[in-house]
């Protein structure tokens, strides 16, 4: 087979050489390239091969087809539910993307939505069909359902247990140039509100505690809820002495479930809860003599 290129006056003849390779020589006669050019302006005249017909729908959120996306007929990325992002994929050149796709769950006459990227809910729960052809899609049978969402600011508006926040010593009062312990027992629970006229729990779980201890200096930020004095793993030194507060910002993930079923949905976002310590006197410990 070969391929003929024009490039600014240029004929390139392509023609494969080994395992696909393609070497090329020029040739400047003018003669050929009119021939080429006239040849390239004529229309079309080969019929265009017949495409083969499309699926009549498939499950939203899952992939489409292959999961290749067509441009101008050619493939131009491949996306895989499995591998990271940024794996080749095998003699393409091209790079897998994770792909998040809407996913709508029906239960009953409710339907929620999430992504494909989150827990796929199991059980009860089963995806909705959608239809990508005219006549499929007029043919689908339309059934009315009322959507059932919940969001960060639902759980924000429930009363989520923040926990207590603890200090060691515990006292009014710490040294300078010592340890301030601190921690907290929050911890994952359930709460139980009402949407639509369903019963729900929402499943709370701390994943990200700052804490702020009141002197100016930078916040402290991480995952660990702290431990008590003397295997303590958050803490802070004061340096000078004054009135201060400690205060601790803590992040939560949530889930919910209709009540009385097995499958919990992911919420999008975190709810977030704040809790603050009494003045406590930032001192420093002056030494006396005594006799005796």
């Not at 020029?26 to 050019?37: D, I």
């Not at 069909?129 to 600011?153: I, K, Y």
Request: hydrophobic fraction near 35%; include cysteine; proline fraction near 8%.
């Amino acid at each position: 087979m070969k391929a003929v290129v024009m490039c600014l006056g240029l004929v390139v003849s392509l023609a494969p050489v080994g395992s696909g390779q393609m070497v090329g020589d020029a040739s400047a006669s003018l003669a050929n390239t009119e021939r080429v050019t006239e040849a390239a302006r004529a229309p079309r005249t080969t019929p265009r091969p017949e495409e083969s017909p499309r699926p009549p729908g498939n499950l939203r959120g899952g992939t489409h087809g292959t999961g290749e996306v067509v441009i101008d007929g050619s493939v131009q990325r491949r996306h895989s539910r499995r591998g990271s992002a940024g794996d080749p994929v095998a003699g393409s050149g091209v790079v897998r993307e994770r792909y998040c796709p809407p996913v709508t769950y029906v239960w009953g006459k409710y339907e929620t939505r999430v992504t494909a990227c989150d827990p796929v809910p199991e059980g009860e729960w089963a995806p909705e069909r959608w239809w990508t052809d005219g006549e499929d899609a007029e043919q689908a049978e339309e059934v009315p359902r009322e959507v059932l969402v919940f969001t960060r600011e639902d759980v924000q508006s429930l009363l989520v247990d923040s926990g207590s926040l603890e200090i060691q010593p515990d006292q009014a009062w710490v040294l300078v140039g010592t340890d301030t312990v601190v921690m907290t027992d929050a911890a994952e629970h359930v709460l139980g509100t009402r949407v639509l006229d369903l019963d729900i729990d929402v499943r709370v779980t701390p994943v990200l505690f700052t804490w702020d201890f009141g002197d100016g200096s930078a916040p402290l930020t991480g995952t660990d809820p702290g431990a008590p004095w003397p295997n303590h793993t958050v803490s802070h030194v004061y340096s000078d002495p004054g009135t201060v507060r400690i205060s601790l910002r803590t992040e939560w993930d949530a889930d919910f479930r209709v009540e009385g079923t097995s499958t919990w949905i992911p919420v999008a976002g975190r709810a977030v809860t704040e809790t603050q310590s009494e003045p406590i006197e930032v001192v420093t410990a002056r030494p006396r003599l005594t006799t005796g």
